[in-house]
């Protein structure tokens, strides 16, 4: 048996279109899919809260991890033997090293396994992630011939000869129709947002996110109101589904006249100036409770706005494009 373990990394619109990227290379490899959400950015650090909230389907694929016993499997990379496979992508590696390392790995010295002119690997460091990794010394010119580390997921060749392949990556190319395939929510949880639709009737409002923290959002309401003009029915009288982790937003929008319906939510205090996601703000506050909590609730805004009538999305945000991918009618991207 041949395995894909895929490692959580970034936000939640991230993980799901490196999910797709993965079930790709599953499906052209037959591998049999784990996803391993236990980083810690969205719950407690150890566990794997991805099955909690999603089912996949019409692939080979196992809710836990392999039962593999140490010496009786080959791993890529071979380091994962030694930090174990229910490591933490984070807890071993960062993305980026300083510019002249980076360019010349990339570019220059593939490395088994590795492709040529990638745009970009995983680095081992062998240590916590928080702890500062100095390149001042000689490991900086050994770190440009480290094998351990992990070449972008969306970029692994085919046909990798291990047993077990670990996978991650941040915003590779992107298969909607794979989520579409093969991604679904679990029945309860699927249950609620329903419910939630039927009562609100969303399936006659405008749904419409925006994403303040790290993206910018200045006239947001200003080009929301020009892109509303596209749509082809009367403003006035229409229910908006605003998704949003900016509570300013919410009451703008009503003082506008909009009749505003929103998921009720819980929404941190960030300094917008410090910027990152909302996703980040719980770990770093050790909040995990809230964590999970904000990413069942992040789940539950984009099925949300799949079920609108319309919906006006944000084209450089990648919570938005799961949005566009699970709806089947009209999307404008306002930020354009």
Request: charged share 25%.
């Amino acid at each position: 048996m041949k395995y894909l373990i895929l490692k959580g990394c970034a936000g939640l619109g991230n993980r799901l279109v490196t999910l797709s990227n993965a079930i790709e290379y599953c499906k052209r490899n037959e591998r049999i899919l784990y996803v391993d959400w236990s980083d810690g950015l969205y719950g407690l650090k150890g566990e794997n809260i991805f099955y909690k909230y999603f089912k996949i389907n019409n692939l080979p694929h196992v809710t836990s991890l392999p039962d593999l016993q140490p010496g009786t499997f080959s791993v890529n990379p071979k380091i994962w033997h030694k930090i174990g496979l229910n490591a933490a992508l984070y807890d071993n590696y960062t993305y980026g090293l300083p510019s002249v390392n980076k360019y010349i790995k990339e570019r220059f010295l593939p490395g088994k396994g590795k492709l040529r002119n990638a745009r970009g690997y995983f680095y081992f460091q062998g240590k916590p992630y928080e702890e500062k990794v100095n390149y001042s010394n000689i490991s900086y010119l050994l770190s440009l011939f480290n094998y351990r580390d992990i070449l972008l997921g969306g970029f692994l060749k085919n046909n990798i000869k291990e047993d077990v392949v670990i996978f991650s990556d941040y915003q590779p190319k992107y298969y909607p129709q794979n989520l579409i395939n093969h991604l679904s929510l679990t029945p309860d949880f699927d249950r609620i947002i329903n419910n939630f639709s039927e009562h609100n009737k969303l399936n006659e409002a405008i749904g419409i996110h925006v994403r303040a923290t790290d993206r910018k959002v200045e006239d947001a309401l200003v080009l929301i109101k020009n892109k509303l003009s596209k749509i082809d029915q009367e403003k006035e009288s229409s229910v908006i589904f605003l998704a949003t982790d900016n509570k300013k937003l919410e009451s703008e929008f009503s003082q506008a006249g909009f009749k505003v319906v929103t998921y009720p939510k819980f929404i941190p205090d960030i300094d917008l100036a410090i910027g990152g996601g909302i996703h980040h703000w719980a770990t770093k506050n050790k909040q995990f409770e809230k964590a999970e909590l904000i990413l069942k609730e992040s789940i539950i805004d984009i099925w949300l706005l799949s079920k609108c009538k319309y919906l006006l999305y944000m084209g450089n945000s990648s919570f938005s494009k799961i949005a566009v991918t699970l709806h089947n009618s009209t999307c404008i991207d306002w930020v354009q």
